[in-house]
């Protein structure tokens, strides 16, 4: 699976756009980038995942550039209840069942 | 709620002891895995049973035995562990499928060992 590089920490205004960053300039075409979060102490919770084409859900947006080499995730109004680390992770749909998990994005909603 | 259910929530075991964490998935899906979270590490992936076929991390102690009866139930048997075991150990199940497959998680075990 490819390897990701994030950003070890951001902050973000309480109300604005949270944009989070990630590279993944070795991903190859059956790779997909999935982003999962994790609240201080608590089991990660997955977000979004895409592979090629721009996802929206009710929790966020994922921008994937046209070369597939980054991507970023975007909380539209970031809440404090939105601090945690965030992981962005790319595998490909038939390696086992494993995810990578990195040591991501810690983000920081400041009031 | 994601629909993994880990018990219990929170362990302190003695070197000696022998203990088991339960986890129950109650989404349908066909694959279920351990990870471990070790203080400002990151997700260590220990076992992976995926349609029933058990997937191991050759890293994994044996002190630590996986166990998993049906598709919605997966243990963990613990016994003689050791200080640095203490962790927050994580249970997560997914839909084996075409196109991706997310994992959802449970809210762990916080594990303590003296």
């Known amino acids: 699976d490819a390897k990701t590089t994030q950003p070890p920490s951001m902050d973000c205004a309480e109300g604005r756009a949270a944009n989070l960053p990630c590279n993944h300039s070795?991903?190859?075409?059956?790779?997909?980038v999935y982003w999962y979060r994790q609240i201080h102490s608590q089991g990660p919770q997955y977000i979004i995942h895409g592979l090629k084409n721009n996802e929206t859900n009710e929790m966020a947006s994922l921008i994937i550039t046209e070369d597939r080499k980054s991507s970023t995730l975007i909380l539209p109004h970031a809440t404090l209840r939105d601090t945690a680390v965030y992981y962005c992770i790319v595998r490909a749909s038939y390696t086992g069942n494993q995810f990578y998990f990195g040591t991501g994005t810690s983000l920081t909603v400041i009031p | 709620e994601t629909g993994v259910t880990q018990t219990p929530r929170h362990l302190v075991m003695g070197m000696t002891n022998k203990k088991s964490l339960k986890c129950e998935q109650h989404?349908?899906?066909?694959?279920m895995y351990w990870y471990k979270q070790s203080a400002k590490k990151p997700l260590e992936l220990m076992f992976v049973y995926s349609l029933e076929e058990r997937v191991e991390n050759n890293s994994v102690p044996s002190r630590f035995s996986p166990e998993c009866p049906n598709s919605s139930h997966l243990f963990l048997h613990l016994h003689t562990l050791q200080p640095e075991d203490s962790a927050l150990y994580l249970c997560?199940?997914?839909?084996?499928?075409?196109?991706?497959?997310?994992?959802?998680f449970g809210p762990g075990t916080r594990l303590t060992v003296t």
């Open positions: 070795t991903i190859s075409g059956n790779e997909y």
């Open positions: 989404l349908g899906h066909n694959a």
């Open positions: 997560a199940s997914s839909q084996r499928r075409t196109g991706g497959h997310e994992q959802y």
